[in-house]
């Protein structure tokens, strides 16, 4: 069976690098990713390795219960395109994939496109999907994300 696309769109007035970078930052995730500012929830522990093959884990405690968003990173093309795994406890072969398409516009800033493919399984969830990215997203343009460049391995 085919993936299920839940896919949102936002236009940004940080530059393309500003935010490529905020989705490799381990301070920057925390902010809008994760934490109060979108639900209430704990960041209980940030860490990524920002190179192709690395990985990540973004440990939060909501409703009692610890949530460990895990993934591998599989295309970093800064500041355009970056490709991640994305699945809660461990990796297992039906993770989803998130793609995240970033386009400089001609003036200032950029506009977004984040394309999370589900298993087809997962269908139900791709409305919950794509309302999460766009509330993480719409935080994201809150957050001072011109603070440094980020190593990418």
Same mark, same amino acid.
């Given at each position: 069976?085919?993936?299920?696309? +839940?896919?949102?769109?936002?236009?940004?007035?940080?530059?393309?690098?500003?935010?490529?970078?905020?989705?490799?930052?381990?301070?920057?995730?925390?902010?809008?990713?994760?934490? &109060?500012?979108?639900?209430?929830?704990?960041?209980?522990?940030? +860490?990524?390795?920002?190179?192709?093959?690395?990985? *990540?884990? *973004?440990?939060?405690?909501?409703?009692? %219960?610890?949530?460990?968003?895990?993934?591998?990173?599989? $295309?970093?093309?800064? &500041?355009?395109?970056?490709? *991640?795994?994305?699945?809660?406890?461990?990796?297992?072969?039906?993770?989803?994939?998130?793609?995240?398409?970033?386009? @400089?516009?001609? !003036?200032? !800033?950029?506009?977004? $496109?984040? $394309?999370?493919?589900?298993?087809? %399984?997962? @269908?139900?969830? +791709?409305?919950?999907?794509?309302? @999460?990215?766009?509330?993480?997203?719409?935080?994201?343009? $809150?957050?001072?994300?011109?603070?440094?460049?980020?190593?990418?391995?």
């Amino acid at each position: 069976m085919n993936p299920i696309d +839940a896919s949102v769109i936002q236009s940004f007035d940080q530059t393309a690098e500003e935010i490529f970078d905020a989705f490799l930052d381990q301070e920057l995730i925390g902010q809008w990713m994760f934490g &109060p500012l979108l639900r209430e929830e704990t960041v209980l522990h940030i +860490a990524l390795e920002s190179r192709v093959g690395g990985a *990540f884990s *973004f440990l939060v405690q909501r409703n009692g %219960e610890e949530i460990d968003h895990v993934g591998q990173y599989v $295309t970093i093309n800064r &500041p355009k395109r970056l490709v *991640f795994s994305w699945d809660i406890g461990t990796f297992n072969a039906n993770s989803s994939q998130v793609t995240l398409d970033i386009q @400089a516009n001609s !003036g200032l !800033g950029c506009t977004v $496109t984040l $394309t999370h493919s589900l298993p087809a %399984e997962w @269908a139900d969830y +791709a409305d919950r999907t794509k309302n @999460a990215w766009n509330l993480m997203l719409g935080a994201l343009k $809150t957050v001072k994300t011109n603070q440094k460049k980020v190593g990418i391995g």
